[in-house]
């Protein structure tokens, strides 16, 4: 391989000045630990640089000789592990997908991992998040009032955003009738449309949650494109799974539970200034989804799986963490928030342009789905927290939030 590729890999920060390399789409499950002079050849797999220029190049910046036998040994190392875009690659990719089209269910992949495997421990944890002294209280299912039409919830790790998965769940729990849950997470991972489904029902420790099968043909049979094209994404995607485990512990002994799967993106250049409502696919899917839940009526409510700003050198920002930083990240999230809760879709969108999304907030794709497709007349403001992580001098922002009903159009 004379000019390498790599793949779009995630490289961390980690301790003693090394870098963690890993793949997000999850055909690879290998974490590669390497130091910066060895991440700077890395940078440098862009399909476009010979061994020759990485060689070159390399002494450059360091003053010293890079054989090309080590070079072709990094390539190697890397290929193996499934990070350069190759013939390897391909076809284990293929091998996947297919795999995963094939499988009669979404298997958890963040089980033992994120969350408890075994379903006693699993639901103790969940039950210590309601009761927890800062917590939102036992849920109560018996006597819900109806009023809720929508709800945002964290989709970071259960150990930092825990309290605040509680207090949207618990508000579910007492404003929501439906059992039916349109989950809009986000793809973390790039995809070739803007939403993603699947039809497979999702299996963690707490049992199987059926996807509502009738939901999705309607919701499809309003669309040209087929938004079934990038369901691999599915796969290792955290956003929607842990929405499943809170829904499994309110409602889990329900048979009419059903889930409906959705993983949403944008093209980066929407970011930039474009109209995000001019976008064919967008509009597409956003119209259908609107005019499927139109016609399910208060049977079905949308929760939005997102987190908020990503401050920090884990996002490749060379900030230093300071209460000032948190602070103002704090007052700008404040601000965003009060938009959302307005249910102000283009507004919201405007905002994310101005600033050309600096705070990395990763759940624009869902918040602006959620807000264009919503029947609510008002938001609430429910919790809202920041999980700083010293180590790598970063931080991530979420909240809980709910939307309650009125007589107001869909989607304005």
């Known amino acids: 391989m004379d ?40 940078s440098l797999f862009d399909g476009k640089h010979s061994v020759l220029d990485i060689q070159a190049a390399y002494t450059r910046m360091y003053g010293q000789l890079l054989f090309s036998d080590k070079v072709r040994e990094i390539i190697e190392q890397l290929d193996g592990a499934l990070f350069l875009e ?37 639901e103790s944890r969940l039950a210590a998040l309601f009761s927890d002294q800062e917590g939102a209280g036992l849920p109560d299912t018996e006597h819900p009032s109806g009023r809720l039409r929508a709800l945002i919830a964290p989709h970071i790790d259960l150990r930092r955003g825990g309290r605040c998965f509680a207090s949207s769940y618990a508000e579910l729990a007492r404003e929501c009738r439906a059992r039916t849950f349109v989950v809009l997470g986000i793809a973390h991972v790039p995809t070739r449309h803007p939403f993603a489904l699947t039809a497979k029902d ?84 956003v119209q259908a989804l609107r005019a499927t839940l139109e016609e399910r009526g208060p049977e079905v409510c949308c929760i939005g799986a997102v987190d908020l700003s990503h401050i920090g050198r884990r996002f490749g920002q060379n900030v ?31 905002g994310i342009q101005q600033e050309q999304d600096r705070r990395n907030v ?29 180590a790598t001098q970063s931080m991530v922002s979420f909240m809980a939030c709910a939307f309650y009903g009125g007589d107001r159009v869909l989607g304005r």
Not at 320 to 348: H, N, P
Not at 372 to 381: F, I
């Open 3 to 42: 000019y390498p590729k790599l793949r779009p890999v995630e490289a961390l920060p980690t301790r003693d000045d090394m870098i963690c390399l890993r793949d997000p789409e999850g055909f690879s499950d290998k974490l590669l630990l390497i130091p910066r002079p060895l991440f700077y050849v890395v």
């Open 86 to 122: 190759s013939e390897r690659f391909r076809l284990a990719r293929t091998q996947a997908v297919e795999g995963f089209r094939s499988a009669a269910l979404r298997e958890a992949t963040h089980a033992g991992l994120s969350y408890e495997a075994g379903s006693a421990e699993l």
């Open 202 to 285: 999702f299996r963690t420790p707490l049992g199987t949650v059926a996807t509502d099968k009738q939901f999705l043909e309607s919701l499809t049979a309003r669309c040209r494109t087929d938004f079934y094209e990038d369901e691999y994404c599915h796969r290792s995607e955290h956003s929607v799974e842990f929405q499943t485990l809170f829904l499994q512990y309110l409602y889990g002994k329900e048979e009419r539970l059903r889930i409906v799967p959705i993983l949403c993106s944008l093209p980066p250049g929407l970011y930039l200034g474009a109209s995000v409502s001019e976008h064919s696919e967008i509009e597409e899917f």
């Open 320 to 350: 230093e963490m300071s209460q000032e930083l948190l602070k103002q990240t704090e007052v700008e999230d404040r601000g965003m928030i009060d938009t959302i809760l307005k249910l102000d879709a283009e507004a919201f969108f405007r």
């Open 362 to 390: 990763c759940g624009v794709p869902a918040i602006y789905t959620l807000l264009r497709v919503t029947d609510a007349a008002e938001g609430k403001l429910l919790r809202y927290e920041q999980a700083v992580d010293p």
